[in-house]
Structure formats: C-alpha cells, structure tokens
C-alpha cells in the first residue's frame, strides 16, 4: 500500500500572493511571492521548510491522534454469506460500525510495522478477525484496510453506503 500525502502545491487552500503592492488579507500582511494556506480564517503564512516537507505539521487538515474506525457483520447471517463465498471484497450492506477510538501513532509508522511482521491487532489493541475492515484517518490520507485470508488488504468500502 503506497501512503500519499498531497503536498501543499496541490490543495485547492494554497495561495501565492502575486501583486507587488503589499497589503493586509485574512488577517496578515501579504507580500509578493509569499505563500499562504487559506483553509482557516486567517491566513496561514508557509515557510520555505514548511514546503520542503510534503505537509507542513501546522496543516489544518491534519487530524492527530488519527481516527480508527472498525466495521464488523452485522449479524451471522452475513458473515457466513461473506466468508462462504470467498469474497475478498466487502460489502457495505452487511457491515455495520463496532468501535470508533484513535490510533497511538502515524498511519505510516503502523503499516511500517504492520508489513515488519508485527500483529496489526496487537498494534491497535484490538481483536481482528477475518472479514473485518478498519478505517484509518489523519486528515490527509484516508484509507480502509480489508482483512482477509492474506491479512491487511487495502480495499474500497463506502460507510455512507451502510443499510442501518
């Protein structure tokens, strides 16, 4: 699974300033060529080391602790339906939501030590069990892993799509 982060280039929030006259916008002074992240009310002046990183620590999208959300069956009925037929692919239909906490550490450092060879349940402290799909995110990558036979796989799953 490749972890890409946008840089600030490409977020629709990323403002050069271009006039030659200076002058005061969302809250700061403005000079020309100064780069600025207008997500927030006021603006966010980005420093040349800010844009060296791929995303700057104080982006505003970035949530932290990241998001851990885990989806089991809904009922039995579903699991067998799932697990029978081989399906590497989950269905939103038969899924429903069963905990929702924070990951202790970055999305990448847990696939790191994930593909290492450690215990994906014993790094989030939870039990995982075939056919259950978790969702990690920190604001700037989002991504829902499915576990299957082979273990972690990234997968597409729309929660919204979830029949209650």
């Known amino acids: 699974m490749r972890l890409d982060y946008t840089s600030c280039y490409s977020c629709p929030s990323h403002f050069i300033y271009g006039d030659a006259v200076p002058q005061k916008r969302n809250g700061v002074m403005m000079h020309l060529?100064?780069?600025f992240c207008l997500l927030k009310k006021k603006a966010i002046r980005?420093?040349?080391r800010d844009l060296k990183?791929?995303?700057p620590d104080c982006c505003p999208k970035r949530i932290s602790p990241p998001e851990l959300k885990l989806y089991d069956f809904k009922d039995e009925p579903?699991?067998?339906?799932?697990l029978l037929h081989g399906l590497n692919c989950p269905s939103e239909f038969r899924y429903t939501l069963r905990h929702k906490g924070t990951l202790s550490m970055p999305i990448k450092d847990f696939w790191q030590a994930y593909e290492s060879g450690e215990d994906a349940g014993e790094l989030l402290g939870l039990t995982l069990t075939e056919g259950h799909v978790l969702e990690l995110n920190d604001g700037l990558v989002h991504v829902f892993l499915y576990n299957g036979t082979n273990g972690l796989v990234e997968r597409h799953f729309n929660p919204k799509a979830m029949k209650e």
Request: glycine fraction near 8%; avoid cysteine.
């Open 33 to 35: 060529g100064d780069r």
């Open 78 to 82: 579903s699991r067998q339906m799932q």
């Open 53 to 55: 990183k791929r995303v």
């Open 46 to 48: 980005l420093k040349a």
